[in-house]
């Protein structure tokens, strides 16, 4: 990779443009205009056991291209086993740190054995290529080393973060058919025990795929064992250190599939590829931080979703770096526990949230001035718009007006960073709030309704023209769902349901979903999986969720509930509603209200007009409602909301 940018540094620059900005746009243009060198170039840092036929494959059908077909190679091999042949063998891969204050570090050969007999107990339980491995556990280094040990033996993993409920657990299982789930006895949040296995036996009752539970010991917590079922790990791993070939995959081999919101009640299971992925964690962290073997890496993010996935997981696994984990909540017990950290550790790269850093903000900076954080070099930010007064905050606060802001736009689907500031090949100059240029290989564009490109200053939808390595390759066991989600919109075009506007530097605005996926503390969740659960709920007859904006959270979910006959609303039932969806989903789709409306403001055709009940709990103009079936529900809505503000006040 180096050498691409060398190359491009010796290039004469344009005048009257930035240097960095005319080298981001040099190497920009190179890699779309030979993405077939480009990223051949780029695949060369990474080990594979064969390079067969072309990296870059056009192809009829989305995502319109192949990325490392016939290549062959295993994640967890470029992610260990080719440091622990030079000197990084014993370098630091993880220091871990527990909520109470426990630590472990895991070199990279320790990592490497830990995987090797990881994959050993899985490969005795049956798991071979393709099956695929549920995983629901806590922020311990076992569970990376499960994700690892399962694409060791070319299985795939599905993640499913810790917070969620057992239904929820239950419809990801049932949707994958995995044979297996990989947890814990319990876990700990904000000191309190959580029944991991608990749950997982819960949700068990609704499943029928699975065969085996493999159950690591964490919280030392009394659990249900199974016979035939259930096995503790510590049970099944050998003293010794096995080693366990590799599967060598092809590089559309899914390696694993990551379940996120879409717009109807069913999670989409995003499916990554193995060569194109590996590839896109390994340059986007190498471009967009510049991150190398002097960096303490630390994202934030839980490895329950993508960004845990790939920038605590593979991307830093695979460049060979030194991250951390930490088990706990951000505040907890003080509101320093990060900045502890950051100072304890030496971090040098930290990545986050805007909701981290709004509830941070809350905090005040006494907790911050205890601390010392000048090993700090790049700061990042992920999931959500941030504001430039957050980003300001950030800066001066936690950067100490020293380091750069990485303001990093991207989704599960896209597998890695896509538009965001690269220090990592040169800073072009900031703007608070604006992501800034696209990386090498996306050709990003901001489309009008009519597929047509909006100019400067037009807000439209942002869209991506061109594949890219990182690309999702389907959604699990529904192409025709991944071809419309993505590829109908705009026929031809990664369609992102993001709005955006460009500016006249060409510099990316993000200005959040076009659709009804709301960002709940940077965390996506469909409105239309909240309402199926409300309905599966035997008071409900109708739900409409909506979010309503809130200065922490970024979005927070609202419901508006019509019950069945015989049912009378009630501070009661409203408690019994919001039990229901935390133990249905899970606790980070708690609605923050439940107002109870005899009828919904719906359209002639009978579609919910949820822009009118925004409206409402934002306190703003309805706007247009030519199109509103019956105009006295929104009298109806306003009512609702009016009474309960009044019960609530
Ligand atoms: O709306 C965008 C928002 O998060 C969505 C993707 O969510 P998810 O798949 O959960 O992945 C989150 C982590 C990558 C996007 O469609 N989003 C993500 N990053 C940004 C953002 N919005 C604005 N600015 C960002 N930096």
């Not at 930035?18 to 060198?37: A, F, G, M, Q, T």
């Not at 500016?503 to 993000?510: A, I, T």
Request: hydrophobic residues 35%; neutral net charge.
């Amino acid at each position: 990779m180096e050498e691409i940018i060398e190359e491009i540094k010796a290039l004469p620059l344009s005048k009257n443009i930035h240097p960095d900005v005319n080298i981001l746009k040099s190497i920009y243009r190179k890699s779309l205009e030979d993405s077939e060198s480009f990223w051949r170039k780029i695949a060369e840092d990474l080990f594979w056991y064969e390079k067969n036929g072309p990296v870059y494959e056009p192809k009829e059908t989305p995502p319109y291209a192949y990325w490392f077909k016939q290549w062959k190679t295993n994640l967890s091999y470029n992610a260990l086993d080719r440091h622990i042949e030079n000197w990084r063998k014993n370098k630091v891969a993880y220091y871990w740190e527990s909520e109470s204050g426990e630590r472990r570090t895991l070199t990279y050969y320790d990592l490497c054995k830990e995987v090797n007999r990881f994959a050993y107990v899985l490969k005795n339980l049956g798991i071979k290529k393709g099956d695929r491995v549920t995983i629901y556990m806590p922020m311990i280094p076992e569970l990376p080393i499960a994700m690892l040990a399962t694409v060791r033996l070319g299985a795939i993993h599905s993640v499913v973060f810790s917070g969620f409920a057992a239904h929820a657990l239950a419809d990801r299982i049932n949707d994958c058919q995995s044979k297996i789930v990989i947890t814990t006895d319990g876990a700990f949040r904000r000191g309190r025990l959580i029944d991991t296995k608990g749950i997982v036996d819960d949700a068990l009752n609704h499943t029928k795929s699975i065969e085996k539970v493999l159950v690591i010991k964490r919280a030392g917590n009394d659990v249900n064992i199974m016979e035939d079922r259930d096995y503790w790990y510590h049970e099944l791993v050998p003293s010794t250190n096995p080693y366990i070939e590799p599967e060598r995959v092809e590089g559309i081999h899914p390696s694993f599939i990551l379940y996120t919101s879409g717009t109807t009640g069913k999670p989409k299971g995003i499916t990554h590829g193995t060569g194109g992925y590996m590839v896109w964690a390994y340059f986007t962290l190498k471009t967009v931080f510049g991150a190398d073997d002097k960096d303490i890496f630390w994202c934030t993010a839980d490895i329950g979703w993508i960004t845990g996935h790939t920038y605590v997981v593979y991307g830093p696994l695979l460049m060979g770096l030194t991250s951390i984990i930490y088990e706990g909540a951000p505040d907890y017990p003080r509101p320093d526990r990060w900045w502890s950290i950051i100072e304890d550790y030496g971090v040098t790269i930290f990545y986050t949230s805007p909701t981290a850093i709004r509830m941070h903000m809350k905090y005040g900076e006494e907790w911050i001035k205890r601390h010392d954080l000048s090993s700090l070099r790049v700061l990042g930010s992920v999931g959500e718009p941030i504001n430039p007064e957050v980003w300001n905050w950030y800066y001066k606060y936690i950067g100490q007006e020293r380091t750069p802001i990485v303001d990093t736009w991207w989704q599960t689907e896209t597998g890695g960073i896509m538009i965001s500031p690269q220090p990592g090949l040169a800073l072009v100059p900031l703007k608070p709030g604006s992501a800034t240029l696209p990386l090498p290989g996306v050709d990003a564009d901001v489309f009008r309704e009519d597929g047509t490109p909006a100019k400067p200053g037009e807000k439209g939808y942002l869209v991506i023209k061109k594949p890219w390595p990182g690309c999702l390759i389907t959604i699990w066991g529904d192409n025709d769902r991944f071809v419309n989600s993505y590829y109908r919109r705009f026929p031809g075009v990664y369609y992102t349901g993001d709005f955006a506007v460009r500016d006249n530097d060409g510099y990316f605005w993000l200005l959040g979903r076009a659709d009804e996926i709301l960002k709940v503390a940077g965390h996506r969740i469909g409105t239309a999986e909240l309402e199926a659960a409300f309905l599966s709920h035997k008071a409900v007859a109708e739900a409409a969720v909506i979010g309503k904006s809130d200065p922490v959270k970024m979005q927070v979910p609202v419901a508006f509930i019509v019950l069945r006959p015989g049912y009378e609303p009630s501070p009661q039932l409203r408690m019994e509603l919001t039990k229901y969806i935390k133990e249905t989903i899970g606790p980070i789709a708690t609605p923050q209200t439940i107002y109870f409306v005899e009828k919904l403001p719906k359209t002639r055709s009978g579609k919910i007009m949820r822009r009118i009940l925004i409206a409402i709990v934002e306190n703003k103009n309805i706007g247009d409602i030519t199109t509103i079936e019956d105009e006295t529900s929104i009298e109806e809505a306003k009512r609702a909301y009016e009474e309960l503000k009044t019960m609530l006040s």
